[in-house]
């Protein structure tokens, strides 16, 4: 059997699982002054503290380690799940606006930081050629005597 622990805000409650009408509690943090089967503790500080409850020979042990809080506000299941969806409709619209006002800037030319300044055309030097592979002149097929094409 097991122990029933329900926490609003500062407050905790303990029911044991014994069915007895004289319940004897016991606490590391307070001695407990019930004989009932709840044991309720007022402004709890989410210290961890051992609770036991027992009647006659039997006796239940636990490991209390609540965290509570005073402006907490308990969220069910239905409204995580409807905030997360809100979120996702809500990113998903903002990805169509932004892809819709965008797309019919594509083909337009932008004054970014990447661009030239329209003015005047630079010409550009040609490249300087690669001696390894210098053209064939006239007068010079000395030079390539030795390569004969071959058939593939």
Request: hydrophobic share 30%.
């Amino acid at each position: 059997k097991e122990f029933l622990v329900e926490i609003s805000g500062t407050t905790v409650t303990i029911t044991c699982p014994l069915t007895e009408d004289n319940i004897v509690w016991d606490s590391s943090r307070t001695k407990p002054d019930t004989k009932e089967r709840k044991y309720v503790i007022e402004n709890h500080d989410s210290s961890p503290a051992n609770v036991s409850c027992s009647s006659g020979d039997r006796k239940y042990e636990m490991y209390l380690n609540a965290r509570v809080c005073e402006n907490c506000e308990e969220l069910d299941a239905l409204t995580v799940t409807g905030i997360i969806t809100a979120d996702l409709l809500i990113t998903f619209g903002v990805l169509i606006l932004v892809y819709y006002f965008s797309k019919d800037r594509k083909g337009r030319a932008s004054a970014g930081a990447g661009s030239r300044p329209r003015g005047q055309k630079m010409q550009r030097p040609p490249p300087v050629p690669n001696p390894d592979y210098e053209p064939i002149r006239k007068g010079q097929r000395e030079v390539y005597a030795g390569l004969e094409s071959r058939g593939f």
